[in-house]
């Protein structure tokens, strides 16, 4: 297998270019349902988001951009990563584990995400963070 190159654009910093023998499908994958740390080492108290675009045969990391629609939403960077491990299909002691937190903690995540998209059930939460463009899931798999 080839390398991947991997282009981390960090704010106020110059672009950090790393190889991963990995293919550009894969590392996009894992980047947006949560799994960053293999890229960008772990963080207890993560500083900001990130969101993974294949170009070719590079991959892109950068922060999400603010929703025009929803720019108020607020959503801290843990929150984000707990709804892109759980729109990619985790369980909640999947995404717990992944994240390196307690279920309990996973959970006053989804609570604080749902009162801020005014959402009932986590399956509401889902499918209005899809719709609005906060998460992309991964369709491919639900063929398979």
Known sequence: MTETDIYIFLPDAPPLIISRPESPELIVRRVNQGEWEPYLGYQQQPTAAWHAAR????VILAEPEPNIQFP??????REMQALQC???GLSMGQ???RMRI???TLRNYCDRLRAKLKCR????MLGLA???GLVKPD????FE
Do not use: E, S
């Open 55 to 58: 170009v070719g045969r590079y």
């Open 130 to 132: 899809a719709a609005i």
């Open 102 to 104: 307690n279920v309990r």
């Open 121 to 124: 059930t986590v399956a509401q």
């Open 86 to 88: 759980l729109a990619a």
């Open 95 to 97: 995404a717990a584990q």
């Open 72 to 77: 108020d939403l607020g959503i801290t960077p």
């Open 139 to 142: 369709l491919d798999g639900l």
